[in-house]
Structure formats: C-alpha cells, structure tokens
C-alpha cells in the first residue's frame, strides 16, 4: 500500500470548513484514497472514500487532485464534535478487505468555539 | 445488534502473565482484525483473519495468538505479558465490502507492570 503525509495537527474554527491535506505520490491505479476518524481514542470511524472522482456524502466531501498524488477532506462546517484525528489511508480494495488497514498518525484537528 | 464488543474494557497484568482479549461480533462478518495504538501513534495491525479457521500475521504479529473457531468470535491471546505491550487494542472486523465496511469495538486499555 502506497504511503501517506499528513499534518500533524491542524485547527479550525466553529462552523467554518475544515480542510485536511493528504500528500500519497506513490499511490497506484487500483489504489483508493479511504479517510477515516478517531475521537478520543474511540475505534476509528470510516468518513469517505474515493478512486479518482470527487465524493461527496453527508460528512464530508473528498477531493482528490487530478495525477492522483494528493487529496482533501473537506469538513464542509465543522463542530465541536469534530475534534479528532483524521486518517488518510492509500490501499488497493481487495488488500483493505482481506483486513490489512494501515494507519499512520494522522492529522489532530481541533475545531475551537 | 451490538455491532463489536470487546472484553475487558481494561486490564492491567504483570509481566510475564498471560491473558485472552475478547472480541465478539454479531454481524455475520467474515473479516476480523485486531490493531494495538500506541501513545500518540496510529494504530498497527497485530493479526487478521478472512474467516473461521484462516488467520495471517499483520505488522506487529510477535507476543500474540490468535485463533478464529467461529465467525463471531476472534480472541487474541498474550502469551507471556511485556511492558512494551501496554496499549491500547482494537478489534475490528467488515463484512467484505472494503474499508468502508469496518466496524471498530470499543478497545481494550491493557497495562503490564
């Protein structure tokens, strides 16, 4: 699986949009681009996911740059309850199903009042 | 449907015991995993399974058991308990429709002295 850079930490205020970079140079073409959530410490949350086209669904929406080689998670009005660490994971579909997620550190959004 | 329950919530052993993590789940899933976190880290995957009887090893596999008898159940098992193992443990598990399928339990806070 291709690897990811994220932020280490990242901040956002109240009802604005939060946008979250993902740098994945090395990402391949049957590779998916999968973000996922951690809210203090809970089990990570799947967010969205997406090929090549920009997602869209009711958490968020994903943009993902035309070579592939990076992509953005766009909070569209982010809330308190956003506060977390953002994953963005880089894995071929059938690599992701056998159970082989890989997560790095991620991003720590904090979304202040 | 109580999705993924893991058992116990904490649990704090001293070293050189052994102790079996729970994982349950009740939805028919045929794909389970287990991950450890560590402070300030992502999580990393120890073992999986795509389905009873069929297990393989993830990144972080030394020190850890596991087994898979039935679909709903995936115990990982501490052989001899290390203070390097004092984390946090996840269970997940998907039911083959790619990362967007997973479902996280709650986790175990295991502390070796």
């Known amino acids: 699986d291709a690897k990811t850079t994220q932020p280490t930490s990242m901040d956002c205020a109240e009802g604005r949009a939060a946008n979250l970079p993902c740098n994945h140079s090395?990402?391949?073409?049957?590779?998916?681009v999968y973000w996922y959530r951690q809210i203090h410490s809970q089990g990570p949350q799947y967010i969205i996911h997406?090929?090549?086209n920009n997602e869209t669904n009711e958490m968020a929406s994903l943009i993902i740059t035309e070579d592939r080689k990076s992509s953005t998670l766009i909070l569209p009005h982010a809330t308190l309850r956003d506060t977390a660490v953002y994953y963005c994971?880089?894995?071929?579909?059938?690599?992701?199903?056998?159970?082989?997620?890989?997560f790095g550190r991620g991003t720590q959004l904090t979304v202040w009042p | 449907n109580a999705g993924v329950t893991q058992t116990p919530k904490f649990q704090v052993l001293k070293t050189g015991q052994s102790m079996t993590l729970q994982c349950a789940q009740d939805?028919?899933?045929?794909?389970m995993s287990w991950y450890r976190q560590d402070p300030g880290m992502g999580l990393r995957l120890i073992h999986y399974?795509?389905?009873?009887?069929?297990?393989d090893q993830g990144e972080v596999p030394n020190g850890y058991n596991v087994s898979r008898s039935t679909t709903e159940d995936f115990p990982l098992r501490l052989l001899s308990a290390a203070p390097s193992q004092t984390s946090v443990y996840f269970c997940?598990?998907?039911?083959?429709?790619?990362?967007?399928?997973?479902?996280f339990g709650s986790g175990t806070r295991l502390t070796v002295v």
């Open positions: 997940a598990s998907s039911g083959g429709t790619g990362p967007r399928g997973y479902t």
């Open positions: 090395t990402i391949s073409g049957n590779e998916y």
């Open positions: 997406g090929l090549k």
């Open positions: 994971i880089v894995t071929n579909d059938r690599g992701s199903t056998l159970g082989r997620l890989y």
């Open positions: 939805m028919n899933h045929e794909y």
């Open positions: 399974s795509v389905g009873a009887g069929i297990t």
